[in-house]
């Protein structure tokens, strides 16, 4: 069956899951904590028949300090690179032992969670091992808040052009961060696995229906998944939803899948906000001026262009 | 009575996992160690071995699938050598506290710069803290057992930690040796199916991998090293059961004709063949010398290692890599730590020999029992790098 003919069962607002979190509230995330607000909408649209392998980062250190647990389901943590090596093996010995009679009956999705360090910097070679390698059961979650949040706020290859970070400060020699993110989305979707979708919590049954249907889909998945950082950003707490909806209508973070190789663009923005009014809102960028506005406003516009010529040059098929 | 049959050693080792009926399999291609996973991806394409073959990325990704594999209730296996070891480190640290019995075979080679893909012990030195039991085999056959006590040993409840079974790089892994290969309804006699201490279930979901602050990582790491500590009673019990199948006898440490010896040879691993015939070669020329092997390098065997090596006048330990800035190498660092506080011990000297593949001959050994003689009456004060050219 093709990815896109997957049925998959759709989180409304009517059918939105009751019952506890799988995530256990009483972790020790940052007040307005976009990260973990992410983890709990994705894990609550799964639920616990599920197997979860964290990345060394704040959704593992807030979420497990012994003898504490937040997780519902059976979770491993075990280094910060590894997350896709880990969650290969469990996938892995879960086909064999199923196949051997000696595991559950049902397929058991296994989720590899980073955030974007432990993704598109030191993970990337594990990750894309994981992708090439075709695992069945396999959904990788880049948590996004572009950069190195744990350790205090480190610049990664996520990190936004001119962003000040402790390790890419604004300076009067320097705007602070002076690359664009790295194209994780475009990268995982080069494996040709079957899904690949970016989601961001501020268009929360979006995001849940995303990994539902990662979930369903036989074959590696990869989510790009925004996540604001009050902290890291210097942005107030209250805002970390009003900035993930400003990021998307600004087209900074759009939300697309590409579904066994075809382009969808989930939330068109035809008349976008300006992007200064998403810029303004944080203190990682206040540095920036009108011309880094026109420069990032018009390679953002190109992107989300280019984004909506692959939707236009690979389009879903229709059904038959 | 079965018949030995001549086989590659890393195709014997290879051929004890499918005997084991490993789940999974993850590795990485590094020399010397191929023809191991070579085999067995051949096996569970050709379904002889019902297993996942996961051909990972690098060896970190090697050893992280393991790990999880483990973790998820699978009886798991992976070989290395060298630099895979070295790219695996930081994983190495993880598994053991985490409980997951591991086996992992090392087809031990020199460790780069310069990079020399031979043999020597300076990969399975680098992880002697980390936490892993250590078994080192002397020939194929040994190689091959070895493997599936492995199994037996790490699985153990009582032991529940990942093993390396140390087989040295093509002088022993590439070598075609008589062996003979048990059946399978043997070795599930001896194996009973795994049942792990511990692992992700959804009927059952349990945290693995907490964060230890400084109020219990004290502890977790104390933990870890009683139960290594505790797992020796274990092995020594896996070796008689395993006679008792099998009828090969095998002790945690191997003496050789060190009754009424004055002056006795530690090592590990092959070389101890070629000791041993240098050996006998000395004392029918009127010298009294014997050999201790040590088999079971962690956890280290205290008590059978001194009482192996009572009465001893001189100790010659021989090892196969070198502690870089101190007077001696890992194995004769650890021997003088135990001795340092006996009443009666012996004088040691230490050798390093064979190191990148340099071969190491009887002529070696018959100088290294003359030289620890002389060191009795005028103590070494750095380790004695043999054959080296100046």
């Known amino acids: 069956m093709k990815a896109y003919e997957t049925p998959y069962e759709k989180v409304t607002a009517k059918t939105f899951p009751k019952g506890p979190d799988a995530l256990a509230s009483g972790h020790r995330a940052c007040q307005g904590c976009g990260e973990v607000l992410a983890l709990r909408l994705l894990l609550k649209a799964l639920g616990t028949d599920i197997i979860c392998v964290s990345a060394t980062g704040c959704m593992e250190v807030c979420t497990a300090p012994f003898p504490q647990s937040s997780w519902r389901m059976p979770w491993i943590h075990v280094a910060f690179e590894n997350a896709a090596a880990v969650a290969s093996g469990v996938e892995s010995a879960s086909h064999v032992l199923r196949r051997k009679g000696r595991g559950t009956d049902k397929r058991v999705p296994v989720l590899a969670i980073a955030g974007d360090g432990g993704t598109a910097d030191i993970g990337i070679q594990a990750l894309s091992g994981a992708l090439e390698r075709y695992h069945e059961d396999f959904i990788y979650i880049c948590l996004d808040n572009e950069a190195y949040m744990n350790t205090g706020i480190q610049r990664s290859s996520e990190t936004p052009f001119g962003a000040s970070t402790t390790t890419s400060p604004y300076g009067s020699k320097s705007i602070g961060q002076t690359t664009w993110k790295k194209d994780m989305p475009a990268i995982a979707a080069a494996h040709g696995i079957p899904y690949v979708a970016t989601a961001n919590p501020a268009f929360h049954l979006d995001l849940m229906n995303k990994i539902r249907r990662a979930a369903a889909i036989k074959g590696p998945a990869y989510l790009h998944v925004y996540a604001p950082c009050p902290t890291g950003w210097r942005l107030k707490p209250e805002l970390a939803v009003e900035i993930g909806k400003l990021a998307t209508n600004t087209r900074i973070f759009p939300l697309y899948e590409v579904i066994d190789g075809c382009y969808v663009m989930n939330r068109k923005v035809d008349e976008p906000k300006p992007v200064e009014d998403y810029f303004k809102l944080q203190g990682r960028f206040r540095h920036l001026k009108q011309e880094n506005f026109d420069y990032i406003r018009e390679r953002v516009n190109a992107e989300y262009d280019r984004l909506i010529t692959l939707t236009q040059t690979f389009p879903v098929p229709a059904a038959s | ?390």
Request: charge should be negative; hydrophobic fraction near 45%; glycine fraction near 6%.
């Open chain 2, 1 to 390: 009575m079965a018949k030995p049959i001549g086989l590659e050693v890393s195709l014997a080792v290879a051929e004890a996992v499918k005997l084991c009926d490993t789940d999974v399999v993850a590795a990485y291609p590094i020399t010397p160690q191929t023809h191991i996973v070579e085999h067995l991806s051949e096996l569970v394409a050709n379904g002889e071995l019902d297993a996942a073959y996961i051909p990972v990325e690098s060896e970190q990704s090697a050893m992280s699938s393991c790990i999880g594999s483990s973790a998820a209730g699978a009886r798991t296996f992976t070989a290395t050598s060298s630099q895979g070891l070295a790219l695996m480190n930081e994983m190495l640290f993880i598994a053991p506290p985490l409980r997951l019995p591991i086996v992992m075979a090392i087809a031990n080679r020199a460790l780069s710069a310069p990079i020399n893909i031979w043999n020597d012990h300076s990969d399975i030195m680098s992880i002697r803290d980390v936490g892993w039991l250590a078994l080192f085999a002397e020939t194929g056959q040994e190689a091959l057992d070895m493997t599936i006590l492995g199994f037996k040993i790490a699985e153990d409840h009582r032991v529940s930690l990942p093993i390396t079974i140390n087989l040295d790089g093509f002088t022993l892994s590439h070598f075609i040796e008589p062996v003979l290969l048990p059946t399978k309804e043997e070795v599930a006699k001896f194996l009973p199916p795994f049942k792990p201490l511990v692992k992700l279930d959804i009927a059952n979901p349990i945290s693995m991998g907490l964060l230890g602050g400084p109020e219990s990582y004290t502890e977790a790491r104390k933990v870890t090293d009683d139960i290594l500590v505790a797992s020796k009673p274990v092995v020594i019990e896996a070796f008689n059961d395993f006679a008792k199948v099998f009828g090969r006898e095998y002790k945690v440490i191997e003496s050789y004709r060190t009754e009424g010896a004055d002056t006795i040879l530690v090592m590990m691993g092959s070389i101890a063949e070629t000791a041993m015939t240098a050996i006998d070669e000395l004392w029918d020329a009127g010298k009294k010398v014997g050999v201790v092997r040590i088999r079971l390098w962690r956890p280290f065997p205290v008590e059978e290692f001194k009482e192996a090596i009572k009465g001893a006048k001189n100790l010659a330990v021989i090892d196969r890599a070198i502690s870089m800035g101190v007077p001696d190498a890992p194995v004769a660092l650890e021997v003088k730590s135990l001795l340092y506080n006996e009443k009666v011990r012996p004088f040691i000297s230490n050798y390093v020999v064979g190191l990148g593949g340099r071969d190491v001959t009887r002529d070696d050994f018959k100088y290294i029992s003359g030289r620890a003689e002389e060191f009795s009456t005028s103590p070494q004060t750095q380790y004695e790098l043999v054959g080296v050219l100046e």
